[in-house]
């Protein structure tokens, strides 16, 4: 299946006989060299690709470009250069009817303003696409009432924006933009307006909505967190040019070049990391199936002090620990010792970093990290935690009194002198 939206060596250049300067660029000629002929060169060669179901974020500080690179992408302003394609419809091939045409069935955006008409109610803001496109009024209704109901706004339809509060405002112009139910929605600084609050319960029901709905979308910030909070991919922008291209994880930990490792300094990494971005995969487990003289050789070969324990289907079943082992090969059991005082926390593989350290503080296991659909994916012990938030043993925390246990450690009882002689010694016999 093609990318829903996709361009390549995309330029767009203000100015008379904008294509020279195209030709310039392409010579290696700079931008400071193009305004002193007047002529403003806002797109650099630009190339891109957006999948369907993804958004996409394309991120950049005022005069970056990527206002006018969402712009060629609405059809708004036409390409100087290079080709921009919306599925099989080449956008930059195409005259303004054609154009207008491709926009009305395939594209909705959603401003940094509102745009709302303050004469028209609610329900007909959020129905000024229908309108526009000539949908009878009883059809147009319906749709614009079930996409206000999506976005919270359910009863308001009556109101006036004047009526609404700025959150509430924007929630009416994402409302009409789902309301035209088109392939691609474009949101150019939708959120910046609003107060931070506001503005990250809008995050949250985007990132909501788009757990149902599965639309593509292309969005413009200029703010880091909101884009690596928000973004799937991410393009940065500087000067006309796109320097990178990248999910969170790659942006942070690899960047391209210095402009990207300055702007990303700043960072909360915590709430943009993830347990799947941390987590590590240990080098065993153990099957529900088999008994604690299997699990005893397993721990003795990783030497960890806990083993993880799956079913059939890869689903956690639990942790084990050393001592509870010993003691079940050395009374002769067969089952696994399960122990109530190490309870195994689940997270989410998507679940932010900062969500983890109460949940890690509370157990003595390591975090065990699941799948979309449950299955195991690995483990963030807390000494990885600390360290993958940037806190570091030692770097920033005070130093422990002499005595007292690894502050990343978990604080695990002292196993007794049975379990300890039972480590030493060869006990495998024959597990069932």
């Known amino acids: 299946m093609p990318p829903v939206i996709s361009a390549e060596g995309l330029y767009k250049v203000f100015g008379k006989r904008p294509e020279r300067g195209v030709e310039a660029l392409r010579q290696g000629r700079t931008r400071e060299e193009l305004r002193d002929e007047g002529l403003t060169a806002a797109v650099i060669d630009a190339g891109f690709s957006v999948e369907a179901g993804e958004i996409f974020v ?36 195409m005259g303004p009817a054609k154009v ?52 919270g706004l359910e009863g308001w339809g009556g109101y006036r924006p004047g009526d609404l509060s700025g959150g509430m405002q924007q929630r009416v112009g994402l409302a009409r933009a789902l309301a035209a139910d088109t392939d691609v929605l474009l949101m150019d600084e939708a959120f910046s307006a609003l107060d931070p609050l506001i503005r990250r319960d809008m995050q949250d029901q985007l990132v909501d909505l788009q757990q149902h709905l599965d639309k593509t979308i292309l969005f413009i910030t200029h703010d880091l967190n909101e884009a690596m909070r928000l973004g799937d991919r991410i393009a ?81 079943m639990g942790v084990l620990w050393e001592d509870d082992v010993a003691e079940a090969v050395s009374a002769g059991r067969d089952d696994l010792p399960w122990s109530a005082v190490h309870e195994m926390p689940v997270v989410a593989h998507d679940t932010p970093i900062a969500e983890l350290f109460t949940l890690s503080a509370q157990h003595l296991s390591p975090l065990v990290v699941v799948d979309e659909d449950g299955r195991f994916a690995g483990v963030v012990p807390r000494v990885t935690l600390l360290t993958a938030a940037g806190v570091g043993l030692g770097e920033h925390e005070p130093d422990a009194p002499s005595g007292s246990p690894d502050p990343g450690l978990p604080d695990h009882p002292d196993p007794g002198p049975d379990s300890a002689d039972l480590r030493s010694t060869d006990v495998l016999g024959g597990d069932r």
């Open 58 to 93: 394309v991120m950049g500080l005022s005069g970056s470009g990527k206002s006018t690179l969402i712009r060629m992408v609405n059809g708004l302003l036409p390409a100087t250069d290079g080709e921009l394609r919306i599925g099989e419809d080449v956008l930059s091939a």
């Open 100 to 151: 207008r045409e491709v926009r009305r069935r395939r594209i909705s955006m959603v401003f940094q303003h509102f745009a709302l008409l303050p004469h028209r109610t609610v329900g007909e803001n959020a129905a000024y696409g229908l309108t526009i496109s000539g949908m009878n009024r009883s059809d147009r209704e319906a749709r614009a009432a079930e996409a206000l109901k999506m976005v």
């Open 236 to 316: 940065m922008m500087r000067d006309g040019r796109i320097v990178q291209i990248g999910t969170s994880d790659e942006i942070l930990n690899e960047p391209a070049n210095d402009y990207v490792a300055s702007f990303i300094k700043d960072v909360d990494r915590s709430r943009v990391l993830t347990a799947s971005s941390v987590m590590e995969h240990p080098s065993q487990t153990l099957g529900g199936e088999q008994g604690p003289r299997t699990a005893h050789k397993l721990l003795r070969e990783t030497q960890n002090p806990w083993l993880i324990v799956l079913k059939r289907d890869r689903t956690p």
